[in-house]
């Protein structure tokens, strides 16, 4: 008898990433020990996210083309700008004006990484249900928004954190490395091109085995507000930003949710600066609440725009038809 896994999950918003995700949070929570009896399991299951990551960021680099068109360019980087800008911008205020616990108990951290990251999967996913190819290409440069890069620029630069340069280097290597493979060799490019979408089943799986329910219940509020404003502020920015460039479509507003590699980011941080390991449980509680609200809601407001500026088309083709 065969079971409908993977089509079921692929129904779901980011399916592939929040379904294995809320699995291991929920063996994590009823079964903690489950999964630390060593060996392959423990390593794969429980300990393998930062490595898997690292390898799904090798697998993206790798899919960069540098001969790649124009326009997925252009608004790859606009998206990418703009995620960037807003999550900066509030990043910085929150940390000059309230200090390091942040507004709302939500660290500067927290609001770079919630408001500067896009989910790849999930806007890939979105992008060739209601874009163009030129749109889903636009993932190659949006996928460098995920991980902890942008986040240490941004809190390095600021003085909220003290990030070294080589923990910033260390995050995006195998970007790079990925992208020199990808453009050397096509055959190679495609094959690391195959185990992009394979990995995140796997890293979500790793992410949601290190959390626990209580600790997303505690974050409840301010993760669940942390969420809705990542989808309203950034998904609608995304849309007004491309259209200021020429381009109106509802897909634009696809940026307007927050990666699931983030949750690897408050651990990264921390990792750079211990004085912010006080803080941590909480930080990824919020961005595990803020991934799978922005997950559910981006969709739905990426299909609201959609068929808005659709039904405004057919209103103008018909009074043009009338007119003539």
């Known amino acids: 008898m065969q079971i409908p896994i993977l089509k079921s999950m692929k129904k779901l918003p980011g399916g592939l990433m929040v379904a294995p995700l809320l699995l291991?949070?929920?063996?994590?929570?009823?079964?903690?020990?489950?999964?630390?009896?060593?060996?392959f399991t423990q390593a794969?299951?429980?300990?393998?996210?930062?490595?898997?990551?690292?390898?799904?960021?090798?697998?993206?680099?790798?899919?960069?083309?540098?001969?790649?068109?124009?326009?997925?360019i252009k608004r790859g980087f606009v998206a990418l700008i703009t995620k960037f800008t807003i999550g900066a911008v509030i990043a910085i205020t929150v940390?000059?004006?309230?200090?390091?616990?942040?507004?709302?108990?939500?660290?500067?951290?927290?609001?770079?990484?919630?408001?500067?990251s896009v989910n790849t999967g999930l806007y890939v996913a979105i992008a060739d249900q209601f874009g163009s190819k030129d749109d889903v290409g636009a993932a190659a440069v949006i996928a460098l928004s995920g991980g902890a890069f942008f986040t240490m620029v941004?809190?390095?630069?600021?003085?909220?954190a003290n990030i070294p340069i080589l923990s910033m280097m260390a995050v995006i290597i195998?970007?790079?490395?990925?992208?020199?493979?990808?453009?050397?060799?096509?055959?190679?490019?495609?094959?690391l091109g195959q185990g992009r979408h394979a990995l995140i089943p796997f890293f979500s799986f790793a992410l949601g085995a290190g959390m626990n329910f209580q600790n997303i219940i505690k974050a409840?509020?301010?993760?669940?507000?942390?969420?809705?404003?990542?989808?309203?502020?950034?998904?609608?920015?995304?849309?007004?930003?491309?259209?200021?460039?020429?381009?109106?479509a509802g897909v634009s507003a696809a940026i307007g949710n927050t990666a699931g590699n983030q949750l690897a980011t408050p651990?990264?941080?921390?990792?750079?600066?211990?004085?912010?390991?006080?803080?941590?449980?909480?930080?990824?509680?919020?961005?595990?609440?803020?991934?799978i609200v922005s997950a559910i809601l981006c969709p739905m407001l990426v299909g609201y725009l959609d068929k808005k500026i659709k039904a405004k088309?057919?209103?103008?083709?018909?009074?043009?038809?009338?007119?003539?």
């Not at 941004?154 to 909220?160: E, H, K, R, V, Y």
């Not at 088309?313 to 003539?324: G, N, Q, S, V």
Request: glycine residues 14%; proline residues 4%; charged residues 10%.
């Open 174 to 191: 195998p970007v790079i490395v990925g992208f020199i493979l990808g453009n050397l060799d096509k055959e190679m490019k495609t094959f």
């Open 44 to 72: 794969l299951f429980k300990d393998g996210a930062q490595a898997l990551i690292g390898m799904f960021l090798f697998c993206m680099g790798s899919q960069i083309s540098i001969k790649q068109a124009g326009t997925p």
């Open 313 to 324: 088309k057919a209103y103008t083709d018909i009074e043009m038809k009338r007119a003539a």
């Open 24 to 39: 291991g949070a929920l063996i994590n929570t009823f079964f903690p020990h489950a999964l630390t009896i060593g060996g």
């Open 154 to 160: 941004a809190l390095g630069a600021s003085g909220l």
């Open 267 to 291: 651990l990264a941080i921390v990792a750079a600066d211990v004085s912010l390991k006080p803080y941590l449980a909480t930080a990824t509680a919020q961005i595990a609440t803020a991934i």
């Open 95 to 116: 940390g000059k004006m309230f200090g390091i616990e942040g507004l709302f108990g939500i660290t500067p951290m927290v609001w770079m990484s919630a408001f500067s």
């Open 220 to 248: 409840g509020i301010p993760g669940i507000v942390l969420g809705i404003a990542v989808v309203v502020i950034t998904g609608f920015a995304g849309y007004f930003m491309q259209i200021a460039f020429g381009y109106k």
